[in-house]
């Protein structure tokens, strides 16, 4: 079967597998940047207790394998009288990870900021709530979007692998789609194809956007 | 709460232990692939062929921006479609070689454009041939600044291992799948597999780190 035979019989499932990995994409990416901002910041935190939770947090979520934590998730903790729907226990795994890395690039942008932007905030009697939310984290995060642009890429790729506990996304249609057809380069070329479309131009220039409006907003365009 | 049985965790160790070896062969064959050919990747990038130099670059984009779990279906399932039988463990090589060789050509990129103006010059100026400059001169001084990226990857590429579980390689997660549907008792496998990714890439990490710091100073950087 020719390619355009493939796309024209099949289309409808690529696309619908295609909207659940990006509807993944989006909450995974919501969640990420939350559990990245709170445990950045909890990790540049006095408190020795809410340091520890950070560090204990990231390097759990760093230093084991995003399928583990994913299986863990939703195998696992049910025998804990904690059942999780299959779709939020892909977003959850998946954010939760990213968050992980995450929370590396906050604490990288916020140590980032000059020490006379700390300093002028304390002198004009800013609270730590007031500084952090209207000096620092302004700037930091000015610093820190390049590197979150790679970040969406790989959490973009991390939702490929939801398809591991049957969420129907992209990747879970093209599985399904070959096993009962076998026209394998036509469905596995066609998914990589879509994926590399939504990272090249969805994920990328949104983030270019991003860091462009934000550094105008700062007036440093 | 917490139905653990030690006496199941003792009877399977054996047998996750045995996996975590396949985990490494496998870590450490893709790491040897991706290192070569993404040395390859990274001088091909440099030749004065413009065209040459786009395509790689192209083919380097796309490879980072897709799925790696829907590249080692694409090797695996895309062969037999040609007449080309690959072994599980083959396919799984290629693709995850292939993929952390773009990875880690753009670290050797970096690398190589670290290297001062002067230093090119020079090797002109001592009548080199291009071999003899990359060889002699460029790549050693290329490879330090690059360490600590590659083994940034080192360790990216030991948890990407368990997605060949999807294609059969009998690595950890693909074990503990056959330890839990065996047993009914998904509880200890794979909580023991996320111990061992922790125990395994916690120290790996810190390894990586201490290395850095001594070739920064063997640099004298």
Redesign the interface.
Known sequence: MGLYDFLAQYWPRLLSGAGITVAQFLLAAALGVAISLCMGLMKLSQNALLRGTAVTYIEIFRGTSLVVQLYWIFFVLPLFGLTIEKFTAGYLAVGMNIGAYGAELVRGGILSVPKGQWEAALAINMSPAQRMRRIILPQALVNMLPPWGNLMIELLKGTALVSLISVADLMFESRQINSSTFLSAQVFGAALVIYYLLARFLVTPFMRWLERHMARKLGRA | ?F?WKWEFTWEILPRLVYATGNTLIAAGAGYVIAVVFGLMLALAQRTPSRALTFTVREFV??I????????I??VF??G???GVRLSPWMSGMIAIGLHYACYLSEVYRGGIESVPKGQWEAAIALNMTTAQKYRRVIIPQAIPPALAGMGNYLVGIF?????L??IGVAEL?HT?NAI?SENYR??EP??M??II??AI??PA?GLIRLFEGYVRRKLGL
């Open positions: 709460m139905d984009e796309f980072r921006s897709t799925p790696l779990i829907l590249q279906f694409f399932y895309v037999p479609q040609f948890k990407d291992t368990p997605m579980s999807v997660i503990a839990g998904f509880l794979y909580t597999v996320g990714f922790l890439s916690l990490a």
